[in-house]
């Protein structure tokens, strides 16, 4: 006897397989390598141009596809779970090999940043992503004075500056505890860092106890995303730390494609009555630096964000409207941090530029290389002045050895000690800053 076959299933991966063969028949490669590049959602594919075939048939062929490669993962158990799916084609994992080769790789360190120049532009890098993540949350200053305030160690006139300095605390925090595991200690931890003196004191670090919370369009007052219930936050939690922790072989997840996951599972989840999006920031900063990705620390990703600020909510609607699929959410990420990177090289350039007009500072007896810059800095703007604590901070040195090279630079009379009170001082252009720059 011959065995019956199985029923044919018309759900079955096969009849995907062969529906997508004969859809994409009618599709031309250049069509589909947009629409896979750059994970395209309905509202973008069905305006593209077509022939022989209507945008809905390429909006299945497009999901047939995706579902064909996808993977999914649950974070928490049972009636609580929250699945979502994901997708990494091949557009995605050229990025990726290209992020893990500048990102990780020590030989691109030593091409890309001399010793000195790692000091300079990692407090960059600090001082830019605090003022943007502030500003993506609605802080409103400018960067001149909240670089001044950060740099000269000033105290917060406002909720605005109060936030910078928060994200600025939090990033030097996950500096220094990059290579630790995550905990709800160390999350309540980064949240009391990034909403210190701007929440009421009650909410710090706490779990939200009320399913009060929305996220709104800040145009429209349209509800736009309801978190899970304050019920079960603990066991989503409790199942977030385990995903951020854990990463085995036999379910591996690239570490940026990770990072971005878990940075839109606390923005979705929102366990906090306030700051989520600073804190889902600073997880995504904390887990590319713990899995050693370097260079992270040397970027402004939330500048980056700022500018893109309606494609990175965007991001998190697709994937809550097309079946919790976090895809959109890791491309934007990628994009981001592929342009963070193009711009940093950009910036490195500038001032590799400027470095070289300190040969002139440098050529006097006795001038080191912070010195000529302190006197760079002034050259380029005669308002210019500097503190002892800002010359700390700028180059990150002990307050002897700041104080050292400024007063040094004042015995030289390069520049003029002026008293604004008994202890404090301020450094001025001196008398003979003219008759050196002159030769």
């Known amino acids: 006897m011959i065995e019956k076959a199985p029923k044919f299933k ?19 490669k250049e069509l589909i390598d947009k629409i896979d590049s750059k994970y395209l959602y309905w509202d973008k594919i069905k305006h593209l141009p077509y022939k022989k075939i209507t945008p809905e048939e390429v909006w299945d062929y497009t999901k047939i596809k995706r579902f064909l490669h ?79 305030m950060l740099r000269k160690n000033k105290k917060p006139k406002n909720k605005s500056e109060q936030m910078i300095l928060n994200n600025y605390k939090t990033i030097q925090y996950i500096s220094e505890h990059q290579n630790e595991n995550i905990s709800k200690e160390e999350l309540a931890e980064i949240h009391r860092l990034v909403t210190d003196s701007t929440l009421e004191e009650e909410n710090i ?11 709104v369009n800040e145009l429209t007052g349209e509800i736009v995303h309801t978190p899970p219930s304050f019920e079960i936050l603990d066991e989503l939690m409790i199942s977030f730390y385990d995903f951020f922790n854990k990463n085995p072989k036999e379910n591996f997840i690239h570490p940026i494609v990770k990072a971005s996951i878990l940075h839109f599972l606390i923005g979705y989840i929102h366990p906090f009555v306030d700051g989520n999006g600073r804190t889902a920031r600073a ?47 890791i491309h934007y990420q990628v994009k981001v941090l592929i342009k963070a990177f193009e711009e940093l090289k950009t910036y490195v350039t500038k001032k590799k530029k400027e470095q070289s007009k300190l040969l002139k500072y440098l050529k006097h007896d006795a001038i080191n290389e912070r010195q000529a810059t302190i006197l760079q800095k002034i050259e380029e703007d005669n308002n210019r002045f500097f503190t002892v604590k800002e010359i700390e901070n700028m180059f990150s040195i002990t307050n002897q050895t700041a104080r050292t ?35």
């Open 405 to 439: 090279d400024i007063e040094e630079l004042v015995i030289k009379g390069f520049l003029k000690k002026i008293a604004i009170n008994k202890k404090s001082f301020n450094y001025w252009k001196g008398d003979k800053f003219e008759k050196l720059t002159s030769k």
């Open 10 to 28: 018309v759900d079955s991966p096969i009849f995907f397989g062969v529906v997508s063969l004969t859809l994409m028949r009618s599709l031309n």
């Open 205 to 215: 670090g706490v779990y939200r106890d009320n399913n009060e919370i929305n996220v």
């Open 283 to 329: 997880i995504f900063y904390w887990y590319l630096l713990k899995n050693g990705y370097w260079l992270t620390e040397y970027l402004s990703i939330s500048r980056v964000i700022m500018k893109t600020k309606g494609q990175y909510e965007k991001a998190y609607l697709y994937t809550e409207i097309d079946e919790m699929d976090v895809t959109y959410f």
């Open 70 to 148: 996808e993977k999914s993962l649950k974070i928490a158990k049972d009636k609580n779970a929250l699945s979502f799916k994901y997708t990494v084609n091949d557009f995605l994992q050229e990025k990726l090999h290209n992020l893990d080769f500048n990102f990780g790789a020590g030989i691109q360190k030593e091409q890309l940043l001399t010793d000195l120049d790692k000091l300079q532009y990692l407090n960059n890098a600090l001082m830019e992503e605090s003022i943007f993540s502030s500003m993506i949350e609605g802080a409103t200053t400018t960067r001149v004075k909240a670089k001044d």
